[in-house]
């Protein structure tokens, strides 16, 4: 029995190694989940963003035309001065209000693509560490195996 204790402690090493290595797969792969899963959200809001802005115009357009309806209602010419002010405040106020909604919506996408860079990051570190521990545990299973000083 005592050939066969080297073979348990290089098999015990190396099974300790694999481990390491996997564990660090593992959180390879979920860093890259995560990092996919924010890149999804990203894209998300920004489609969110964008649905968002058109709905603001149609909504402005709808807004403009009763206007204009009103005043011609009331009686005054529609191409008057106040009448073209009135339509220009509507148009502008509608667009700041979607221009406001993309940027909200494309800062939050940056933010969701950056973390998802930290994700990989994290991943990437994770599967060193792995690495990193499964030769450390291999180095010191080979440090503190003494049977290669003994004589045979």
């Given at each position: ?55 603001i ?72 560490a ?17 049977g ?5």
């Amino acid at each position: 029995m005592p050939q066969a204790l080297p073979y348990l402690y290089i098999a015990a090493a190396a099974a300790t190694a694999g481990a390491a290595i996997h564990q660090g797969q593992v959180q390879k792969n979920y860093g890259q989940y995560q990092a996919d899963q924010a890149e999804a959200d990203a894209a998300a809001q920004k489609g969110a963003a964008q649905v968002e802005a058109d709905r603001i115009r149609k909504q402005a357009k709808q807004q403009r035309s009763e206007a204009i309806a009103a005043l011609a209602g009331s009686g005054v010419d529609v191409n008057s001065s106040t009448a073209l002010k009135i339509d220009q405040d509507i148009t502008k106020n509608a667009e700041n209000d979607a221009y406001l909604t993309l940027t909200g919506g494309a800062n939050q996408a940056a933010r969701l693509n950056a973390a998802a860079g930290g994700y990989r990051q994290q991943g990437s570190q994770a599967m060193a560490a792995g690495y990193v521990g499964a030769g450390t545990s291999l180095l010191s299973s080979a440090g503190n195996y003494q049977g290669w000083k003994k004589a045979s």
